[in-house]
């Protein structure tokens, strides 16, 4: 299972940092991430952290610099730390971890007002 936290209403230029973590897994985890998903748009990856082998990471170009994907190496917990918020970044944001397959943790509202 995904728990995923941290979203809220924040204004243009402000910061959310956003949590996931991956409790009872019996399976090795590959990667974790998020995707994100704006009202009427299709779901888009949004960042990407490898587990294993280099730690490759990996962002969609609107958001690169300003978003950072992170990990607690005590445990399966990502986080993404989101800077210099923009309106275009509203959306439900959705971790997930691949394993044999990918889990999803349930959204987290991201507003941002302008």
Known sequence: QLQASGGGLVQAGGSLRLSCVAT???????????YR?????????????????????????????????????????VYLQMNSLKPEDTAVYYCFAQTHQTTWGKGTLVTVSS
């Open 24 to 34: 009872e897994s019996t399976f090795i985890i590959n990667a974790m991430g998020w």
């Open 37 to 77: 998903q704006a009202p009427d748009q299709a779901r888009e990856l949004v960042a990407t952290l490898a587990f294993g082998g280099d730690g490759r990471i990996k962002y969609r170009d609107s958001v690169k610099g300003r978003f950072t994907i992170s990990r607690d190496n005590a445990g399966n917990t």
